[in-house]
């Protein structure tokens, strides 16, 4: 077993890795060590001869089922039904186990919620450590902002389909009409956004790539069919977002002195381009965004937002602000 703390979170990491199907190798995991002693002061940094110490000592202790490949340069886990069963060392990795537990009971519908609690109860069960007093858990707040409702026996379907690389047939009820569709899908991505679960992945009826919010499908089954997670579309969404929807480039706004403390506590995180004026008042340049995205945030900030450029955008402000006003009035 590990003897360590250093040992075990190099573990996790490497782990964690595998489970990518990235082919990460000794060369791959020093440098990634550190860098991750560079940026998070981790100590954890080694050389290769302790990176294949931990290979073999995750093979012995934790049967892990990991293997190389002369093809690929690299290490990959035979099996994707294979557990690492992690122990516990301080009240560091407890916490953020907790964490994980609380986030889970927040924003994940049943019964994946209750599977992840489980599996953390089972690893905290024997700790004696302060932070599982339930008065001090229950302070541990979480804020989910989750707006929709998710039928448990769809979600925990698709959930397991993208787990198991699964095919599914679904029952999927369009948002702007609501007409009832039936369609063979490929989950390859499942992801949180902004209060909602959608699935990403290959509509099998015309090979497109969709993204499905799934509290709209109706009815989900698993196939027999499966497949291999593809690289192209998760290399994507990075880059692009969980949809496709086209983006105004150079969106240029003045902005109140009203707002300023929070565009500058947001400007990292959010991409903005900040020029502070001599009157308090800010020009920024947001990033490429949705058209719908931008004049929600436009028009929701009550004023407080001028729109310099496109000319076609402010335009389109100045109508729907009119149009409220006329309803409003």
Partial sequence: MPTNKKQLLRMIKMVADLRKNSYPNANTWVKKFEALDRDENLNIACGKRTIMRDIDALRKDFNAPIEYSSENNGFYLTSPYWEFQVPFFDDGMIMSAMLGAQLAGEILPSPVKEQIRDAVDNQIADNNSELLDQTFIETLLIASGVKTTTDPEVFG?????????????????????????????????????????????????????????????????????????????????????????????????????????????????????????????????????????????????????????????????????????????
Wanted: contains cysteine.
């Fill in 157 to 329: 379907t698709v959930f397991q389909a993208w787990r198991e690389r699964r095919t599914l047939a679904l029952t999927y009820q369009k948002g702007s009409t609501g007409e009832i569709t039936e369609r063979k899908f490929e989950p390859h991505i499942v992801a949180y956004h902004k209060g909602n679960w959608y699935t990403k992945g290959v509509n099998l009826n015309d090979g497109k790539v969709i993204t499905l919010a799934i509290f709209r499908i109706q009815k989900a089954e698993l196939l027999r069919g499966t497949f291999e997670i593809r690289r192209d579309i998760l290399q994507e969404t990075k880059r692009n977002g969980l949809f496709n929807y086209p983006k105004i480039e150079n969106i240029k706004v003045k902005c109140s002195a009203d707002i300023a403390y929070y565009l500058y506590e947001q400007r990292k995180a959010k991409k903005l381009v900040i020029e502070p004026q001599d009157d308090g008042t800010l020009i920024v340049i947001l990033p490429p965004s949705p058209e719908q995205e931008a004049i929600r945030w436009i028009l929701g900030e009550g004023g407080n937002v001028e729109v310099l450029e496109p000319i076609y955008l402010r335009k389109k402000i100045h109508d729907l602000a009119m149009k409220t006003a006329k309803m409003n009035g």
